[in-house]
């Protein structure tokens, strides 16, 4: 079971529902909320959320 935490709900809120890039969506994480995050990360986070 995947947490509800602040990437998973960019992610979900960015990637799925709004369909941006997932560059755009690290570049949003590291500007909003300091959080730095390899693109491998993020498209594994989000075949774990069964979004692919």
């Known amino acids: ?30 500007l909003k909320y300091r959080i730095f995050v390899d693109e491998q990360s993020l498209r594994r986070r989000i075949s774990q959320m069964g979004a692919v």
């Open 1 to 30: 079971m995947m947490l509800n935490d602040i990437i998973n709900q960019t992610l979900r809120t960015y990637y799925i529902q709004k369909g941006k890039a997932i560059a755009v969506i690290r570049r949003y994480l590291g």
